[in-house]
Every structure is written in C-alpha cells, then in structure tokens.
C-alpha cells in the first residue's frame, strides 16, 4: 500500500479520478502510463479538487516566493480556474514532484452544484473567467504579449458566441 508517510518524496498527492474518461491529471509528453500498475506515477499536474499537499515540502520548494510566507500556495488572482496548474508549475520549475496515487479513487461530480436552470448564464460566467485565467496564466509564465496573442482568437470567439 502506498502511504504519503512511506514517501515523502512529493509536494502534492492526488487520487484518481474514477471517471476515465476524465482524467484529473495532465501526464508528461510520451508517458505510457498503466493506471493499473498501482503504482506511484509522476504528472505535470492535478486538478485542484483533490490535492494533499506536503506542507514542509511544498514551503521548502517555494520558499523564495512572498506567498508562501503567509502559506497561501494559490495564486488569488486566478478566480476559479488554473489556480491548480499554476501552482503544479512553479512546483515542477523548482525540479519538485507532483504524484498520482492509482490504488485511491474520487469520484468529482463537476459542476452538480449549479441548479440546471442557470445552464446558460452559469455557461458566459464560466467561458470569462475561463478566459480570463488563460490569459492571466500566460501573462504570468510566458508574458504579456504571448498571452495577448494567444488569448485574442478565443475572446473574439467567445464575444461572437455570446452575441450570435
């Protein structure tokens, strides 16, 4: 059995999801990964809704960063969305560990929290702060113009989509 006490060698920790079809992970280029091995496997990153975090090594990793001295490992100006892969990044630039445990499942329903009625409105609400978190999250890692170039095509979609 695989223990976060036996292995301390991580920043996060994360089940599995047991939908297959959605992966709650993102695996590195080229891995061929068997989810059933049951064996520790290293990603590129986790979704947030299912971390454990390594405090002392996760304050040891990024230690330099001002945030980390309040222990505030999310980046506040992500509203909802890629607050998770941010912080696997600034993990993964600092050589750290991200892992998923295949013999621990969860079961994430998604979005089961929004009555059905506010289908559409909840549907604009997501596709902006979608948006809005892309760009912030290029703008943070890559720059400003690259995340204006690369931003720029999906929010004339979206503002098209919304208007149409």
């Not at 060698?9 to 939908?19: E, G, M, V, Y």
């Not at 990153?45 to 996760?58: E, H, P, Q, T």
């Amino acid at each position: 059995m695989i223990s976060s006490k036996n292995n301390q060698d991580f920043s996060i920790l994360s089940p599995i999801s047991s939908n297959n079809k959605y992966p709650n992970y993102k695996p590195y280029e080229g891995d061929n990964l068997n989810e059933q091995d049951n064996f520790l496997f290293k990603v590129k990153s986790v979704d947030g809704y299912a971390m454990l975090f390594n405090k002392k090594r996760i304050n040891e990793v990024l230690k330099k960063e001002p945030e980390i001295k309040n222990q505030k490992y999310f980046d506040e100006n992500f509203f909802m969305y890629l607050e998770n892969d941010d912080l696997c990044k600034r993990i993964l630039d600092k050589q750290d560990n991200i892992y998923i445990v295949p013999e621990s499942k969860i079961n994430h329903l998604g979005g089961r929290a929004v009555n059905s009625k506010y289908k559409e409105e909840i549907e604009y609400s997501r596709n902006w702060h979608w948006i809005w978190s892309k760009f912030y999250f290029n703008k943070k890692h890559n720059g400003y113009l690259k995340a204006l170039i690369q931003g720029l095509p999906t929010f004339f979609s979206a503002i098209l989509n919304a208007f149409l």
